[in-house]
């Protein structure tokens, strides 16, 4: 049983060695990042970059995203302004019922389980 433990525990060091010596081999992670790799291949010369759409004027989007245009943001800006309208009216609601109901349930002195027999 000790054998067959050591062989295992052998092996799996082995393992280990192993797959480290085939990491420090592989370049880091940002030189593989950093690598031109457009520059060589056919599929991406169509593909406009985040930068080209910046220029265009659309600096003001802070996200990394196709432009939806003009349609698009006063739809948005409306239903924002939609949903405060209904949390507005959801928080005065809210207070007008709190205002106006008393509290139902009783004081801990008068409760069946806090009275002593």
């Known amino acids: ?33 950093t690598k031109d790799y457009k520059a060589h291949d056919p599929t991406f ?18 996200c990394l995203s196709l432009p939806l245009g003009e349609d698009y943001e006063r739809k948005k800006q409306k239903l924002q302004q939609e949903l405060r ?3 507005r009216r959801y928080v005065a ?5 709190n205002a106006a109901e008393p509290d139902p349930s009783l004081p801990i002195g008068e409760r069946r389980a806090a009275k002593v027999t």
């Open 45 to 62: 010369t169509n593909i406009r970059t985040f930068k080209s759409a910046t220029e265009q004027g659309k600096e003001e989007n802070c």
């Open 1 to 33: 049983m000790d054998d067959e433990l050591e062989k295992f525990i052998q092996l799996q060091k082995d393992r280990v060695a192993e797959d480290k010596a085939s990491l420090e081999q592989d370049p880091p992670y940002l030189e593989i990042r």
């Open 85 to 87: 309208l209904d949390y």
């Open 93 to 97: 609601q809210k207070k007008h019922l």
